[in-house]
């Protein structure tokens, strides 16, 4: 066994595609606001960069589990089967409340255009169409990218601590005493942290190229 342990190769982790640089970041964020495709992903394209959510998870939102008065989405993260909280930020609102009049008659916040019911939620490839179709190259980014987008940004830029990040990204994070942290805790960190993230975008997006 220890043999066949040294032959085999290890598996190399991949990565999926994120761009990472502020100054591309503020690019992709007004290409995306050039999007003219459906309305449901041009919704999407537009809140997915302030939630950083699972893939999975953004496009199977439910309007039950969104709470705008309380500012929270509240969901099982499909990841970890755990429960999870995405503070709101007044942005993300903003748009939940633009597109509720549209889609709310459906259970999904994010229907799929070939359910006029809203009872499925829109393909897992709809994201990445409507990113290709702004020409960004599966090389560049994926629906996947915005969590690398915010984890590096939020820690190199903003200069958010990783644990509260990584909370915020569902992932099982570890006190000094190896317990896992309760998901609910930090919880006003992590409000403060996702309204500074969505301001931040905002300032890229706003900022002026300088000569």
Avoid: C
């Avoid at 589990?65 to 429960?83: G, Y």
């Amino acid at each position: 066994a220890r043999d066949l342990k040294i032959a085999l190769s290890a598996r190399q982790q991949e990565h999926l595609a994120a761009i990472t640089d502020p100054d591309k970041v503020m690019a992709l964020l007004r290409m995306i606001d050039g999007y003219e495709g459906s309305v449901t992903v041009r919704f999407g394209l537009k809140l997915a960069p302030l939630l950083f959510a699972r893939p999975g998870d953004f496009r199977k939102a439910k309007w039950e589990e969104i709470d705008l008065k309380a500012a929270e989405w509240r969901k099982v993260a499909s990841k970890t089967k755990q429960p999870h909280i995405v503070p709101l930020s007044r942005q993300a609102i903003e748009i939940l409340e633009e597109l509720h009049p549209l889609t709310s008659r459906g259970e999904y916040v994010f229907p799929s255009a070939r359910a006029p019911r809203g009872n499925k939620p829109m393909s897992d490839n709809a994201i990445l169409a409507a990113l290709r179709r702004l020409g960004i190259e599966k090389e560049e980014m994926t629906g996947h990218g915005w969590r690398a987008v915010a984890r590096t940004l939020l820690d190199e830029v903003l200069g958010y601590r990783v644990e509260i990040i990584e909370l915020q990204l569902a992932h099982t994070v570890r006190d000094v005493h190896g317990r896992a942290y309760n998901r609910t805790q930090h919880l006003a960190d992590r409000q403060r942290m996702m309204q500074a993230w969505s301001d931040y975008l905002d300032k890229l997006r706003n900022q002026t190229n300088e000569t």
